[in-house]
């Protein structure tokens, strides 16, 4: 690895995990930084960049056929940097499936459903009741489902630290703006101290990080969605 990777990001939980990655494999990166709230950041330019003119996007200078590629939307960025550095995926069964099985449950489920929830209690310009409950209490089922999980096995996707665990920690480190307290799940709160105390994970956050700002949702004027600014 000579060239640096080129990490599109703000420091979202969908920036975080890249950046986090990146730390932990010990890969030079550069930092070009987006902000989905700015008017036009995600626009014309950006979009020649990320296929679906979102955040998060590497460019390897040095993809599989020696030429750059470009990996858009975070899970396959993980597998892809996994893949590559041979490390944070297991490849023997268990934990192969297994990190899939976790990794594809944050993508899917934690992502979107957390990610919704903090907005709607938050930001959003009108109050929903009925949604905010709807979000609050699937939070709650998935946060459940990861407790049952941590309750049985160290990591996510079994004994070892995977990207499942580095896509899922993110998220969870804004657990009280999505209506839950980390007391509530024992053992995601064993996981989450074992993670949020390794030093990569500090420089992957101190990488992305920039001054939060009064209005943090400053998409919502644009009409766009957007992730969380925490
Ligand atoms: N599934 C995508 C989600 C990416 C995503 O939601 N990005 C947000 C910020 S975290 C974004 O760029 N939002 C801007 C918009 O939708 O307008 C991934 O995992 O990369």
């Known amino acids: 690895m000579t060239a640096p990777i ?3 990001a703000w420091p979202t939980p969908n920036g975080q995990k890249v950046s986090i990655l990146l730390e932990e494999v010990g ?5 070009h930084r987006i902000d989905p709230g700015e ?22 200078p040095d993809g599989p056929d020696g030429e750059p590629y470009t990996v858009f939307s975070t899970g396959a960025i993980l597998m892809y940097v996994a ?7 297991p490849q023997t069964h268990p934990g192969k499936y297994d990190t899939l099985t976790w990794l594809m449950y944050q993508i899917a489920n934690v992502g979107p459903v957390l990610g919704q929830a903090h907005h709607f209690r938050m930001y959003a310009p009108e109050r929903f009741d009925d949604t905010i409950n709807i979000l609050t209490g699937e939070t709650g089922r998935l946060y459940t489902a990861m407790d049952r999980r941590l309750a049985e096995t160290e990591y996510l996707a079994g004994d070892t630290y995977t990207i499942a665990d580095i896509a899922t920690y993110p998220w969870t480190r804004s657990i009280d ?4 307290a980390m007391e509530s799940f024992p053992n ?3 996981w989450f101290q074992a993670i949020d105390g390794r030093p990569a994970v500090a420089l992957g956050l101190a990488a992305l990080h920039v001054e939060p700002t009064d209005d943090p949702w400053r998409g919502r004027q644009t009409g766009r969605r957007m992730g969380m600014v925490p």
């Not at 890969?27 to 930092?31: A, D, E, L």
């Not at 703006?177 to 839950?180: A, I, K, L, T, V």
Request: a neutral charge.
């Open 188 to 190: 995601v709160k064993r």
């Open 6 to 8: 080129k990490l599109f």
């Open 27 to 31: 890969w030079p990166y550069t930092v």
């Open 83 to 89: 893949d590559k550095a041979g490390r944070f995926w």
């Open 39 to 60: 008017e036009g950041a995600l626009d014309a330019d950006y979009a020649n960049v990320s296929p679906d003119s979102q955040v998060t996007v590497i460019v390897d």
């Open 177 to 180: 703006r999505q209506g839950h």
